[in-house]
Every structure is written in C-alpha cells, then in structure tokens.
C-alpha cells in the first residue's frame, strides 16, 4: 500500500476535519473528528456513502468498493471519487462532506441489537430463587373434556 497516497488522500480530505488513518486489512482507514470517512484499498481511495449520498457517487460513474470473499464478489458502501477529485482539496471537498455526513448518520442510527440465543430457556423450566419451578400451564386442548 503506497504511503505516498495515503499522504495525498490526507491532504485532499483536510477541509473536512481532524484527519488520522490507521492500517487496516492491507489498506487505510481515515477518520475525520473520530467519524470513519475513507478507505485506502488496492491504491484507491474510497469514500463512504449511504442511501442519501449513494445516488451522487452513482451518477458521478463513482467505482464501488468490491472484493473477493468465499469465491464471490462482495461490495461495501464504499465509492472512489470521481478522478478530477483526485487533483485537488477543493474539487474533493463536496465528496469528502458527503462521505462524512454519511459517516455521521450512521453514528446516530440506532445499532439494531439481536437477543442472544444461548440464553434462551422456556419459562416452564425457570425456578424461582429458593423455590420449586413453577407448574407448566396447561393448554386448553387438555382442560376440555
């Protein structure tokens, strides 16, 4: 991975904010005010955008962020900016906006939280502290005679 792109990438995204990147998966990771903004993968630069933003990257002819997991192509909300970007902070600038104000919205989006499945136990089977288990309800099938 070219330090020398990562350096330019960090030059053209300062007008949004405090910059640092960190290595990751063989690339970058660039963060803006702590809001995860950009990747650094396979020498591009890639901008990250949702469903607000991902209409302007797609008319803009912006290339998704794509790789190769268990045989098959997977893809992440990730888009390059358009090549003119590339040449200067202030053609980057309404990309790199769009990529933090992305970054921002899914800070405030509420995670969706799954239940853990290992837990789980049916209340018939739960004993009440210093007691026998409670008797199992019957259904109504079995009340009817």
């Not at 330090?3 to 970058?28: I, N, Q, T, Y």
């Not at 209340?123 to 288990?133: D, E, F, L, N, V």
């Given at each position: 991975m070219s330090k020398e792109l990562l350096d330019h990438a960090l030059e053209l995204l300062?007008?949004?904010g405090a910059l640092r990147s960190r290595r990751m998966f063989g690339g970058f990771g660039i963060y803006a005010d702590d809001l995860f903004i950009a990747i650094i993968a396979f020498d591009q630069l890639f901008l990250k955008a949702d469903d607000l933003t991902l209409p302007r990257f797609e008319a803009a002819g912006c290339r998704r962020f794509e790789y190769e997991r268990e045989g098959k192509m997977a893809?992440?909300?990730?888009?390059?900016?358009?090549?003119?970007?590339?040449?200067?902070?202030?053609l980057m600038r309404p990309w790199a906006q769009l990529a933090l104000e992305a970054a921002l919205r899914a800070r405030l989006k509420p995670a969706s939280r799954k239940a853990p499945t290992s837990a789980k136990v049916k209340p018939a089977q739960a004993k009440p502290k210093g007691g026998t288990a409670a008797p199992a309800k019957t259904s109504t099938a079995s009340r009817k005679r």
């Amino acid at each position: 991975m070219s330090k020398e792109l990562l350096d330019h990438a960090l030059e053209l995204l300062a007008p949004v904010g405090a910059l640092r990147s960190r290595r990751m998966f063989g690339g970058f990771g660039i963060y803006a005010d702590d809001l995860f903004i950009a990747i650094i993968a396979f020498d591009q630069l890639f901008l990250k955008a949702d469903d607000l933003t991902l209409p302007r990257f797609e008319a803009a002819g912006c290339r998704r962020f794509e790789y190769e997991r268990e045989g098959k192509m997977a893809g992440l909300r990730y888009f390059s900016p358009p090549e003119d970007a590339m040449e200067s902070p202030a053609l980057m600038r309404p990309w790199a906006q769009l990529a933090l104000e992305a970054a921002l919205r899914a800070r405030l989006k509420p995670a969706s939280r799954k239940a853990p499945t290992s837990a789980k136990v049916k209340p018939a089977q739960a004993k009440p502290k210093g007691g026998t288990a409670a008797p199992a309800k019957t259904s109504t099938a079995s009340r009817k005679r």
